[in-house]
């Protein structure tokens, strides 16, 4: 059992920046994928971005360019950094694990991430 937990959303301006944690309650060294993915209200849960257990990343369109994800073995922390923030961005972000490569099997609670001015 791995249990997740986000941090480090919040408020900003169009075009701010926020970065957001994930702390696994166990090693992610083996973990084949840690990622995000991301609900707005009123639409389905979208996926953002994901590392590797190489260090390998994919983004999704809307958001390669923009964001950074990464990963710290050691630290257990999957990190999302957030540029050049829009308010379509606004959701709850939900860290995600899929240990072996056949779909998410751990989903952290979320965290908030309101983009406005």
């Known amino acids: 059992q791995v249990q997740l937990v986000e941090s480090g959303g919040g408020l900003v301006q169009p075009g701010g920046s926020l970065r957001l944690s994930c702390a696994a309650s166990?090693?992610?060294?083996?973990?084949?994928?840690m990622g995000w993915y991301r609900q707005a209200p009123g639409k389905e849960r979208e996926w953002v971005a994901l590392?590797?257990?190489?260090?390998?990343?994919m983004y999704a369109a809307s958001v390669k360019g923009r964001f950074t994800i990464s990963r710290d073995n050691a630290k257990s922390t999957v990190d999302l950094q957030m540029i050049s923030l829009k308010p379509e961005d606004a959701a709850v972000y939900y860290c995600?694990?899929?240990?072996?490569?056949?779909?998410?099997?751990?989903w952290g609670k979320g965290t908030t991430v309101t983009v406005s001015s």
């Open positions: 995600y694990a899929d240990p072996q490569g056949y779909g998410v099997k751990y």
């Open positions: 590392v590797t257990s190489s260090g390998s990343t």
């Open positions: 166990t090693s992610i060294f083996s973990i084949r994928y």
